[in-house]
C-alpha cells in the first residue's frame, strides 16, 4: 500500500484531536518528503489534545523520538503507546522545560511552534531553540496569522511584533552584501543590545525564510557563515548578445 500523505493521514484521523489548517497539511506533504524516511527526532511546542503527535509518529515511521511540550497542565494525562512519543508540561521557554527537553533529546531535525501565538513567546522560542536545531534542519511557526492581532502583542505595523522580527532576519541571510555598511548587531537593536544578539544569528546559521499564509519556515544551514552566494559559474564558449568580458556586475 502506498504510504500515506500527512493531508490524508489528519483527515481519516481517529483518537486524539488534532486541529490544523488544510494549506498547511499539503505544504507539510511536501516540506517534509525528505524526510519521512529518517531517523529524525521532532520537537512541537504546542500540543493541546495531542493528536498531531500521532499524526507525526504515522508519518514518520522512522523517527527516533517526538517530543510534544504544552503549558496546560491537563496535558500530564495525555499517554501514547508509541514509545517514540513524549510529553513535557511547561512553558517551553521556562528553565525546568527547557532543561527536560533537552535532556530527552539535545538536537532535533523539525521544531514546530504551535504554542502560544504570542510574538514575544514566538521570538523567545526561536532564540531558544533554533540553536538545537540540527545542520540542514527546519524550524516552522505555525499560526502566524496571530502576529497581525493586537491580542497576541502583533500588528501589521507594529515594529516588535514576530513578523517583524523574521522580515528583519530575511535581510540577515544576505548579510554578504550589505556588511560594510552595517553590523547585524546595530541593525537588530530593536529586539536585541548590540552586546545580546544570539551568536547564531552573528554566524550565519540561518540559511533560509520562507513566508506563506500563516506558516514561517526558517532553515538551518548546513555550515555558518555569511557568504551564502558561492563562486560564480559561467560555462559556455558563444555570447552573441552580451560579453561580459569576464568581469562580474558590481554588487
Known sequence: MASRSIDALHRSKTGKVSDKWASYLTYYDALFAPLREAPISMLEIGIQNGGSLETWASYFTQARQFIGCDID????????????????????????????ILGLCPQFDVVIDDGSHVSTDIINSFINYFPHVKPGGLYVVEDAHCLYMNAYGGGILNDYSGYAFFKKLVDVVSFEFWKDTLSVQNYLRTFFDVNQTPAFILDGWIESIEFRNSIIT???????????????????????VQDWGGKKPSA
Open 218 to 240: 526558517i532553515r538551518k544551514a548546513e555550515r555558518p557563515g555569511h557568504d551564502k552566494l558561492g563562486e560564480r559559474l559561467t560555462v559556455g564558449s558563444v555570447a552573441q
Open 73 to 100: 497542565p491537563s496535558c500530564e494525562a495525555l499517554r501514547y503507546e508509541d514509545p517514540r512519543v513524549s510529553v513535557v508540561v511547561g512553558d517551553a521557554n521556562s528553565a525546568p522545560a527547557y532543561q527536560k
